[in-house]
């Protein structure tokens, strides 16, 4: 995940001639809260030559936003003696949290896959890095497999039209984090593109943080875990104990 | 009414919580069950990762038990020795559930064991209920008696050593029998967020032979304890108890449950029984459709 974000800065600094892309975010702080249903970021910013003028000719823009990398065990179902139960594995040391790309056309149609894959440009191109195994044809469908359930969820999709480029400026996406977004270190990446070329590209951080109500509970459950139980157990014996003494009154 | 559930990590909508909440209640106040084998499957259908909802439904039940024990101790339905017994066990049960639990998970097996569990235990006493309630119901329609039972208590009990008093059942038995019975319900509460009345109240009554006045009350004073233990368990080991989750559940289940209290009154027992069984078989045949036909996915993740 660092790795195409070091080349991208090398790069970014071994060609100073080229176009200045600036970006920015509307929220660097998401406060998971009471309440909390979801975020929509806004991402965008501007491309520019070193002169500050615009660039001369058409680009594409492509956003990759990419949340805490995990070690994952992803399980396949199979059909034993006539009942579905877990029958294989495969363990990835580095499946993002959360994964979205955003571009201003199908990314097929501005990149090669090699050029895809190089900057993570898509959810095919994904480097979970697999443990163990090192037989593709075996960790391809558990991969797919890993995709389609974080697809489900909500937590990883692909948007081919969720950027807008206006007068070969200013740029602008979307991008949904659902509520089951997990807490951590995100980076958004922009990459400014031309002729299966990267032109520019600049990287934002966004910080998302349990904060208040939310972050006192999972804190004292994770940390104080005695206590917890103790609140919980006081908690339903005095709500069905209440109800109970006003319902025989009644 | 949107409500952020810390633990699950996830945003629900609060009122089909409470709602859910209520409809177990119902049935714990109709039937005397806790209501868990309903709250837990319908929370993971809603998306909630299966060891919160079990975890959570268990301080469900804790709430749901508190009123119903009471009123039964109010009129001395309970057997406090043989509750202390089956309260010892079940302890000792949540325990080995717990290290059950995390043998079954590190294997992947967590939730294929607990649908089959779901699959066999709620299919068999649905069944079992079914048709004993059916023969009552017909016995009432034509007026027949029912042929009295032979015997007390099952032959394996009676040949357990060290024989206590428990004057309340009216029993004279070994005590490990239910402590036993206890210990079972203690694990499959761990490993299903169940509180396990509806397997405990039939094994009192036809394994025990329990005296039928005490049998609902030790049964909830029972729950009560070893629910209390469970929610304990969970917060120490896999720290996935979330109190707004069970909050949400426990508003909605002790309301539930006092109407269910006030139905169940009016309502003629042996067709309650039967409204209870096809629920309970309904519950299983859900479960066994993902096991034998098509489960719901085929892949899987777990953040390690």
Known sequence: MLLPAMLVLLCGAAAPEGPVLVPEVSQHVIHVEQGFTGADLLLYGAILTPEGQPVDSDYD???VVEGPPRAVVVREKRQVAGVWVNAASSRFRSAPGFFAVASSRPVAGIVDARTASIYELGLSFLQLSPIGSIDPAHEAPFARGLVAHMQRMGLYHEDPQAVTISHRVLYQARIALPSSVPTGDYTAETFAIRQG????SGITRIRVDKQGFARLIADRAEHAGLAYGLCAVALSVAMGWIAGRLFARV | MDVYLPIANLAVNGLVIVGLGALTGLLSGMFGVGGG???TPLLIFYGVPPTVAAASAASQVTGASVSGA??????????YQMGAVLVAGGVVGTGLGALLFQLLQALGQ??????????ILLGSIGTLMAVESLGAVRARRTGLARPARRRRHHPLVASLPMRWRFYRSGLYISPLAPLLLGMLTGMLTMLMGIGGGFILVPAML???????????????FQILFVTIATTMMHALTTHAVDLVLASLLLVGSVLGAQAGAFLAQKAKPDVLRLVLAMIVLAVAVRMALGLGWQPDEIFTVVVQ
């Open chain 2, 37 to 39: 084998f309903l709250t």
């Open chain 2, 206 to 220: 036809y394994v025990l032979g329990m005296s039928v006045t005490v049998v609902v009350g030790t049964s909830l």
């Open chain 2, 110 to 119: 967590i939730d294929t064991t607990i649908n089959l569990l779901y699959v």
């Open chain 1, 197 to 200: 070329r990267v032109l520019a």
């Open chain 2, 70 to 79: 009471l009123a039964h101790a109010r009129r001395g339905g309970i057997d």
């Open chain 1, 61 to 63: 823009i492509v956003v």
